[in-house]
């Protein structure tokens, strides 16, 4: 299969189940808009074995196939045929992304399918450094930016937001977390950087535990994108 048909599948993916995530990204050129669509995919994919699996064990085993997913990517071995773990192993590639983030980020997935998932060495406050704090390093290696410590506050800022929405929906994990809003200041960002960050503007509209309507998604990041401005 083309890979043009491999990165079309993550795009539609992206837009179907992160929205978001999708419309900032639209904003790099074409082939990085690409990477950034396959990275976001991936990231579904972990995401949603919770809502997948009727107990732990069969969670870890979904997460270990992704596991060997990247072991086959940074190996450099064939991955197995699956649209976003081709599309992943080209933008690894492409991008020079090293294997670090990857791996902070599917061992922070796999405690979502536990009952008590902060129980062991992960507590809540690094499980969201390690899932969105790692996201959001991967998808700024992408765009060949650097990241800060003020964009990695909103992006945990950002992870809290969406869960308290996801909770009110009856996310079996969100449900878990402690999503209560936190005071946030404003952040300036880069130009180069807007497709993986402009999505942080709409934290406070997550933070209210309803998810935003389309249009004023679209006028927030609209504004964000003319100011600069989280």
């Not at 976003?84 to 983030?101: F, G, H, M, P, Y």
């Not at 009110?168 to 402690?178: D, I």
């Amino acid at each position: 299969m083309d890979l043009t048909e491999a990165y079309a599948a993550c795009a539609a993916l992206v837009q179907s189940a992160d929205e978001d995530r999708y419309l900032a990204a639209l904003l790099a050129d074409a082939p990085t808009r690409d990477h950034l669509m396959a990275l976001y995919a991936f990231n579904l994919e972990l995401a949603k074995i919770p809502l997948l699996v009727s107990e732990p064990m069969l969670g870890e085993i979904r997460l270990q196939w992704w596991r060997e997913v990247l072991d086959q990517i940074f190996s450099g071995q064939e991955v197995r045929n699956h649209d976003v773990a081709r599309a992943l192993a080209d933008t690894v590639k492409s991008c020079a992304l090293t294997r670090e983030n990857f791996d902070r980020l599917s061992k922070a997935r796999g405690v979502e399918f536990y009952e008590e998932p902060f129980s062991g060495d992960l507590g809540e406050e690094a499980y969201w450094q390690e899932s969105e704090g790692a996201l959001l390093e991967l998808a700024l290696a992408i765009l060949g930016e650097s990241g800060s410590k003020s964009l990695a506050d909103r992006a945990v800022h950002w992870g809290r937001a969406v869960a308290r929405a996801k909770a009110e929906e009856g996310h079996p994990f969100a449900k878990r977390l402690k999503t209560e809003p936190h005071a946030m200041t404003p952040v300036r960002f880069s130009a180069g950087a807007a497709p993986a960050v402009l999505h942080f503007a709409l934290t406070d509209l997550y933070a209210t535990g309803k998810r935003p309507s389309g249009l004023k998604r679209r006028w927030r990041l609209l504004k964000a994108n003319l100011t600069g401005r989280l």
